[in-house]
């Protein structure tokens, strides 16, 4: 059985979710059991068969359908939709506190706590 659609090159696809896991070709190569050049042919085929979709997409940690409905148009479009920049209004991923300040309150807390529980030591020992 293989996985064919004129528009469909499966091999393109498995080489480009590939680059961006980062993975050589030779390492995908080694995790099938096969050569680089193999490997290599098979990104440059159309269609694949069925149980060796399966493998590639384990090893690269994805499903059979998500290697086949790939889109790296659909990729581009959810970044540029979902980037914000730095202006006033856009700014939802950006970091709206300053790590600094809420050490300085968390020590400040500590410092508190830490004066209070000598506080009631000093009682405790006035008592005795």
């Not at 498995?14 to 098979?42: F, P, Y």
């Not at 068969?49 to 997409?57: F, G, K, M, R």
């Not at 990729?75 to 300085?104: A, E, G, H, W």
């Amino acid at each position: 059985m293989s996985t064919i659609n004129a528009t469909n090159h499966i091999g393109r696809k498995i080489s480009r979710i590939r680059e961006l896991r980062g993975m050589k070709q030779e390492a995908l190569a080694i995790e099938l059991g096969v050569s680089q050049q193999t490997v290599s042919n098979m990104e440059k085929s159309a269609a694949i068969e069925a149980d060796v979709l399966a493998q590639v997409a384990s090893i690269l940690g994805v499903t059979p359908e998500a290697i086949e409905n790939f889109s790296e148009e659909a990729i581009f479009n959810i970044i540029n939709n979902t980037f914000q920049d730095n202006s006033s209004n856009n700014n939802n991923y950006m970091c709206t506190i300053n790590p600094l300040d809420k050490i300085v309150e968390l020590y400040e807390r500590l410092l508190e706590a830490e004066k209070s529980k000598v506080a009631y030591l000093e009682k405790l020992l006035k008592l005795k």
